[in-house]
């Protein structure tokens, strides 16, 4: 019998994964605005994580400032953008240093929020710029490497959880993620490079097959630590989920934890290691 969990899961997955690839083909601001629209989210969920008032300024500093901070790097205002998470950086250090802060939480409270902003405001924008710049509808070669992560995220985190469920017996990271196996880690790789030669057979077809495997081998891994650092984030606070915003899958952070790590990696070996003219 299907448990009402796995039922919504599987509504939502039906209803959200071709929404989110649609969006990924038409790009443009369409699409710009729904990573702003999960950076905000985001933010917002690691805020609340460690009840930060929404009217406090220790919320909307960093708030206001990361999803600034996304906007500008995402299209092409790489130091504007910077200068957001910088600026993030000396208000909220000026703030605590003024404040009625307890002297033993200032420094946990200054780094808490200042990792945060990093966390989304540096990453966040990788996910906009491995699409590419393009106008609404213009396609871009980039739409397929988004798609190829996508997919590979989707298809190992499943991979991983079946792998894990039939034949985990050695935990991966017992303190930070009980349910984790290595057996789930290894299956997940397995997922991740079976859609990787999927797409070297239909779509990325005049892509080095090397080329494919190393880049499935760093999704592979840099989206399961992903996966254990925002864990280790919901452990150190004592939460199951981010947030309840998707019924069967917790918040935006939990859906999306994966692609934070893993999109910075792509893209850079997209520009610097395969020279790719529109990243």
Same mark, same amino acid.
């Given at each position: 019998m299907i448990s009402k969990n796995l039922t919504q899961r599987l509504i939502v997955a039906a209803v959200a994964i071709p929404a989110i690839l649609f969006m990924v083909f038409l790009g443009g601001d369409l699409f710009l605005y729904f990573v702003l629209l999960l950076a905000a989210i985001g933010m917002y969920e690691y805020l609340s994580g460690a009840k930060i008032a929404m009217h406090s300024p220790f919320f909307m500093v960093p708030f206001a400032g990361v999803v600034a901070s996304v906007y500008l790097t995402a299209t092409g205002n790489d130091v504007l953008g910077g200068l957001c998470l910088l600026g993030i950086f000396i208000l909220i250090g000026i703030m605590l240093a003024v404040g009625k802060e307890p002297i033993d939480r200032l420094y946990s409270r200054l780094t808490y929020i200042v990792w945060g902003c990093f966390y989304i405001g540096l990453l966040y924008p990788f996910v906009y710029l491995i699409r590419g710049e393009t106008g609404w509808m213009e396609a871009a070669p980039g739409q397929w490497w988004l798609f190829l992560l996508l997919g590979s995220l989707w298809l190992g985190d499943t991979a991983a959880m079946f792998f894990g469920k039939m034949f985990g017996k050695h935990k991966l990271a017992p303190i930070v993620s009980p349910n984790k196996t290595v057996e789930g880690f290894?299956?997940?790789? #397995?997922?991740?490079?079976?859609?990787?030669?999927?797409?070297?057979?239909?779509?990325?077809?005049? #892509?080095?097959?090397?080329?494919?495997?190393?880049?499935?081998?760093?999704?592979?891994?840099?989206g399961q630590l992903g996966d254990l650092v925002e864990s280790l984030w919901k452990r150190s606070l004592g939460i199951k989920d981010s947030s309840a915003l998707i019924p069967g899958h917790g918040g935006v952070l939990d859906r999306f934890d994966s692609l934070l790590f893993s999109a910075p990696v792509l893209y850079l070996y997209l520009k610097y290691i395969m020279h790719s003219s529109w990243v």
């Amino acid at each position: 019998m299907i448990s009402k969990n796995l039922t919504q899961r599987l509504i939502v997955a039906a209803v959200a994964i071709p929404a989110i690839l649609f969006m990924v083909f038409l790009g443009g601001d369409l699409f710009l605005y729904f990573v702003l629209l999960l950076a905000a989210i985001g933010m917002y969920e690691y805020l609340s994580g460690a009840k930060i008032a929404m009217h406090s300024p220790f919320f909307m500093v960093p708030f206001a400032g990361v999803v600034a901070s996304v906007y500008l790097t995402a299209t092409g205002n790489d130091v504007l953008g910077g200068l957001c998470l910088l600026g993030i950086f000396i208000l909220i250090g000026i703030m605590l240093a003024v404040g009625k802060e307890p002297i033993d939480r200032l420094y946990s409270r200054l780094t808490y929020i200042v990792w945060g902003c990093f966390y989304i405001g540096l990453l966040y924008p990788f996910v906009y710029l491995i699409r590419g710049e393009t106008g609404w509808m213009e396609a871009a070669p980039g739409q397929w490497w988004l798609f190829l992560l996508l997919g590979s995220l989707w298809l190992g985190d499943t991979a991983a959880m079946f792998f894990g469920k039939m034949f985990g017996k050695h935990k991966l990271a017992p303190i930070v993620s009980p349910n984790k196996t290595v057996e789930g880690f290894i299956g997940g790789f #397995i997922g991740v490079v079976i859609v990787a030669m999927i797409f070297k057979i239909f779509w990325l077809t005049d #892509i080095n097959a090397y080329h494919l495997i190393i880049i499935s081998i760093l999704i592979g891994l840099f989206g399961q630590l992903g996966d254990l650092v925002e864990s280790l984030w919901k452990r150190s606070l004592g939460i199951k989920d981010s947030s309840a915003l998707i019924p069967g899958h917790g918040g935006v952070l939990d859906r999306f934890d994966s692609l934070l790590f893993s999109a910075p990696v792509l893209y850079l070996y997209l520009k610097y290691i395969m020279h790719s003219s529109w990243v």
